[in-house]
T-cell receptor, first 109, second 114 residues
Framework: GQNIDQPTEMTATEGAIVQINCTYQTSGFNGLFWYQQHAGEAPTFLSYNVLDGLEEKGRFSSFLSRSKGYSYLLLKELQMKDSASYLCAVVDSNYQLIWGAGTKLIIKP | NAGVTQTPKFRVLKTGQSMTLLCAQDMNHEYMYWYRQDPGMGLRLIHYSVGEGTTAKGEVPDGYNVSRLKKQNFLLGLESAAPSQTSVYFC?????????????FGDGTRLSIL
């Protein structure tokens, strides 16, 4: 079967750094997306990885290791507005997205 | 700057009633998707469309039907609503499925079946 694992909830302090991990087992791999979803709102695109390595975009970076079936999202200089759920999604062999259940990130002052 | 628009935003139905959720996108995207999001679970694909006049089943299609008569619209129908269909429904669209083209989501429809 296909499986995406993420921690259910994480807590971090404003101004700090947090790493949200995602491990996957899917039928094929054609890329991995990270989305942000604030409570009661739509998911919004953060990043895309298809090759191994780190992609940096401002305060957010995303890393991929295809051999390990592993990705992480790194958030730096945390702000209160970063309190949200972060969704990991893998593009499978049929080019459909398989979604993790999301990690709820709580930022404390 | 509308993007993906879903109507209605909220709805309460009784078991056995029917309804249609409407999704409209103004980005000229070929691909459109309907998902449901339930607590503790990832988004699950109900049906999708790769172009006007086409539809295909996703992971959880039972109890739902869809139509894509116009490129910009994707309708999701519940013929006979059941409490298990209580969920938040999201529509999304994308330029293509391959590559780094992200899906763009509507604000969701919160549906309760009593």
């Amino acid at each position: 079967g296909q499986n995406i694992d993420q921690p259910t909830e994480m807590t971090a302090t404003e101004g700090a750094i947090v790493q949200i991990n995602c491990t996957y087992q899917t039928s094929g791999f054609n890329g991995l997306f990270w989305y942000q979803q604030h409570a009661g709102e739509a998911p919004t695109f953060l990043s895309y990885n298809v090759l191994d390595g780190l992609e940096e975009k401002g305060r957010f970076s995303s890393f991929l290791s295809r051999s390990k079936g592993y990705s992480y999202l790194l958030l730096k200089e945390l702000q209160m507005k970063d309190s949200a759920s972060y969704l990991c999604a893998v593009v499978d062999s049929n080019y459909q997205l398989i979604w993790g259940a999301g990690t709820k990130l709580i930022i404390k002052p | 700057n509308a993007g993906v628009t879903q109507t209605p935003k909220f709805r309460v139905l009784k078991t056995g009633q029917s309804m249609t959720l409407l999704c409209a996108q103004d980005m000229n995207h070929e691909y459109m998707y309907w998902y449901r999001q339930d607590p503790g679970m990832g988004l699950r694909l109900i049906h999708y469309s790769v172009g006007e006049g086409t539809t295909a089943k996703g992971e959880v299609p039972d109890g739902y039907n869809v139509s894509r008569l116009k490129k910009q619209n994707f309708l999701l129908g519940l013929e006979s609503a059941a409490p298990s269909q209580t969920s938040v429904y999201f529509c999304a669209s994308s330029y293509q499925a391959e590559g780094n083209q992200p899906q763009h989501f509507g604000d969701g429809t919160r549906l309760s079946i009593l």
